[in-house]
């Protein structure tokens, strides 16, 4: 791997033909390449070719067990990596294609096991950013990608995130700006008797529900213990550097301990960061003039806030705080991958409504 990173600024909307293909020819000599996606940068390499995709565990520092999402350029493109394509998934693909849904469907023989860490299904999906698709067709093969950031960090909305946790171990950065929509896809197990979400993200429960019917939702929180379903479910993923305490429950009294928190860690000499919804900022600067608060947008518009979430976090990170705190977000539409960020994200989930205040996260 080059210590040089060669980036290469694209047009969102109208990817320069040759600056995406000087990245293919990376992809197609085994290469890595940093890329956008509508939700988040990937870090994509052959996933036909296994020596390229083990160069990806190692960029990240990512356990082999943990599987990775196949990126195609079209519905039509499922076939070539699924064993099968179960009409449930050729019907949602035909729906939500390009767009930030994963789907986990029995993988092809052509699909090394490096991609699926040795299990028998696969992770696809057909990205819905310009640059993406058109990097997928220059290549002239599917390609495997993870988030582009380190294991267990934040995922990266911007070139620059990209950068900050993994310069020097990747070949090429296509530079297209923030991603927007700012949270990962839904990766949706379509080898379950009920189709259950594995991880809530870019496609809402709502709308594959409207869809679908019944749908499962694999759900983690504190003090609650889940088979590893999804091996990217493990805890405390997403994390800051900083301790994070998320408080959750009904709005009025989160921002209500919040608040309070704010000024016992004040009181206590710690350095303290807060990110809240538009609506509380007046509220917890009341309580402390020089504490940092970065608010991520209106608390109900669940996909203003899933855009700025990682950025927000990141942001809050590097002023280097002892604790940031965090409000929870209400669920609906993009707001519970929101939620599902910050719980695995947080050090402590305080539930406001549980008298004793701070339950310890419990991790496996
Ligand atoms: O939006 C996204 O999904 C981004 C962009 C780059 O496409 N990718 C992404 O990849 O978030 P990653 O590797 O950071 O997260 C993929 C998740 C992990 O939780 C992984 O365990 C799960 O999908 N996954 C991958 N293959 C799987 C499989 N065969 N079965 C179950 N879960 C799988
Ligand atoms: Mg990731």
């Known amino acids: 791997m080059s210590s040089e990173v060669v980036r290469v600024r694209v047009n969102p909307d109208q990817p320069d033909v040759e600056a995406v293909a000087r990245a293919a020819e990376v992809i197609r000599r085994g290469g890595l390449v940093a890329f956008p996606t509508e939700t988040v940068y990937g870090l ?3 996933a036909l070719n296994p020596q390229a995709v083990a160069r990806i565990f190692e960029a990240k520092g990512r356990p ?7 990126h195609v ?15 449930v998934a050729q019907h949602l693909a035909e729906i939500f294609w390009p767009g930030p849904l994963t789907l986990v469907v029995p993988k092809a023989d052509v699909v090394p096991p490096v991609v699926t860490a040795g299990g028998e299904t696969v992770a696809v999906r057909c990205p819905a ?3 993406a698709l058109a990097l997928i067709r220059a290549s002239q093969t599917p390609i495997a990608a993870p988030s582009a950031n380190r294991f267990g960090h934040t995922s990266p909305t911007t070139a620059q995130h990209v950068l900050d ?4 171990r990747f070949d090429l950065l296509l530079d297209s700006g923030p991603t927007p929509v700012g949270v990962e896809s839904t990766v949706l197990d379509l080898t379950a008797e009920i189709p259950t979400i594995l991880r809530p993200g870019g496609v809402p429960r ?3 529900e409207a ?3 019944q749908v499962a939702v694999v759900e983690r929180g504190p003090g609650r213990n889940m088979p590893l379903r999804s091996p990217g479910l493990l805890e405390r993923h997403y994390a800051p550097r900083a301790e994070l305490w998320l408080f959750t429950g009904p709005t009025e009294p989160v921002v209500e301990a919040l608040c309070q928190e704010v000024r016992r860690a004040r009181e206590a000499g710690r350095r303290v960061a807060a990110l809240v919804a538009d609506e509380d900022v007046a509220r917890v600067r009341a309580k402390a003039k020089d504490v940092v608060v970065i608010a991520v947008g209106p608390s109900h518009e669940g996909a203003v806030v899933a855009q700025r979430l990682f950025a927000a976090l990141r942001t809050l990170d590097a002023q280097n705080p002892d604790l940031i705190l965090a409000r929870d977000f209400p669920r609906q539409g993009l707001g519970l991958a929101v939620h599902d960020r910050l719980v695995r994200a947080a050090d402590r989930v305080v539930d406001v409504t549980v008298g004793t205040g701070v339950l310890p996260f419990e991790s496996d």
Do not use: F, T
Not at 64 to 70: E, G, M, S, T
């Open 165 to 168: 946790d993994l310069a020097g």
């Open 206 to 208: 709502e709308a594959l």
């Open 73 to 87: 350029a079209g519905v039509d493109e499922l076939a070539r990596v699924a064993r099968e394509v179960p009409s």
């Open 44 to 46: 994509g390499a052959d």
């Open 64 to 70: 082999a067990h943990d599987p990775i999402i196949v």
């Open 129 to 131: 950013h310009p640059v």
């Open 211 to 213: 869809v679908l019917g």
